[in-house]
């Protein structure tokens, strides 16, 4: 069944599942995009081994906004792990290693299951691994040229980077080099996320995010704000 197509929420970890914003819990506002009063929950823990105590973290997130129905979908994608995330209305791609859960989608069919959701309406949230791997891709053995990108499932346009604020985003800054001129790079620090809504804007959460693109030759880095601050400051860099 088609549906509008919802938000993709981001987050270079954990922390803004339990993040609470004027005394009330972020992780709230996705209820506003489900339509059945108690909606299922699919975890895919692909990317960290299907880790149970990373599992447990989703469990007490949802629990925490009243979603009781949860399933941690096995890397194997049983039957049953099919039917419940055919029916899940909030999915959760894990943190851990980028092509490590990209070849489990792929290879088992998860992949096509997910992007169906996507477009039939479910809420997608990313955590790290997973955020990325909802975006543009990530690069085989951290090596960046141009042939080397390791392409996911590019319903965020952009490359996203997590982890790297204490360097500067080098990584992020190379890829977007290295990319050219149509295609930008977001950083995300530690404790904070995206939103990238329907109509391509991109919402900071929590704290400022990194936007990398290259203008006339040059690498022009921006931050951009939560809505309740100031919008954006940008300055070119040399290339």
């Given at each position: 069944m088609q549906g509008p197509i919802k938000p993709l929420f981001l987050f270079a970890d954990?922390?803004?599942?339990?993040?609470?914003?004027?005394?009330?819990?972020?992780?709230d506002s996705i209820l506003m995009y489900v339509q059945r009063k108690n909606p299922k929950a699919a975890y895919i823990g692909a990317s960290n081994d299907d880790a149970p105590e990373y599992y447990s973290i989703f469990q007490s997130a949802m629990n925490s906004i009243?979603?009781?129905?949860?399933?941690?979908?096995?890397?194997?994608?049983?039957?049953?792990?099919?039917?419940?995330?055919?029916?899940?209305?909030?999915?959760l791609l894990s943190g851990g290693e980028v092509k490590k859960g990209?070849?489990?989608?792929?290879?088992?069919?998860?992949?096509?299951?997910?992007?169906?959701?996507?477009?039939?309406?479910?809420?997608?949230?990313?955590v790290s691994a997973g955020a990325v791997q909802l975006c543009l891709g990530s690069w085989e053995n951290g090596e960046i040229y141009a042939d080397n990108i390791i392409y996911t499932f590019k319903l965020g346009p952009f490359l996203l980077g997590v982890h790297e604020g204490k360097d500067d985003w080098s990584?992020?800054?190379?890829?977007?080099?290295?990319?050219?001129?149509?295609?930008?790079g977001v950083g995300i620090?530690?404790?904070?996320?995206?939103?990238?809504?329907?109509?391509?804007?991109?919402?900071?959460?929590?704290?400022?995010?990194?936007?990398?693109?290259?203008?006339?030759?040059k690498l022009v880095h921006c931050l951009i704000y939560p809505q309740s601050k100031k919008e954006k400051d940008c300055v070119e860099m040399l290339l």
């Amino acid at each position: 069944m088609q549906g509008p197509i919802k938000p993709l929420f981001l987050f270079a970890d954990s922390q803004p599942l339990f993040w609470k914003k004027d005394g009330a819990l972020f992780l709230d506002s996705i209820l506003m995009y489900v339509q059945r009063k108690n909606p299922k929950a699919a975890y895919i823990g692909a990317s960290n081994d299907d880790a149970p105590e990373y599992y447990s973290i989703f469990q007490s997130a949802m629990n925490s906004i009243g979603v009781t129905d949860c399933r941690m979908i096995q890397s194997k994608f049983s039957h049953a792990d099919e039917l419940f995330l055919n029916d899940s209305e909030i999915i959760l791609l894990s943190g851990g290693e980028v092509k490590k859960g990209w070849d489990i989608f792929i290879k088992t069919g998860i992949k096509d299951a997910i992007i169906k959701k996507y477009y039939a309406g479910a809420v997608l949230m990313g955590v790290s691994a997973g955020a990325v791997q909802l975006c543009l891709g990530s690069w085989e053995n951290g090596e960046i040229y141009a042939d080397n990108i390791i392409y996911t499932f590019k319903l965020g346009p952009f490359l996203l980077g997590v982890h790297e604020g204490k360097d500067d985003w080098s990584l992020l800054k190379r890829s977007v080099r290295v990319i050219g001129n149509t295609i930008k790079g977001v950083g995300i620090p530690s404790g904070g996320g995206v939103i990238y809504h329907p109509d391509q804007s991109v919402e900071a959460v929590r704290f400022p995010f990194n936007e990398f693109s290259i203008r006339n030759g040059k690498l022009v880095h921006c931050l951009i704000y939560p809505q309740s601050k100031k919008e954006k400051d940008c300055v070119e860099m040399l290339l």
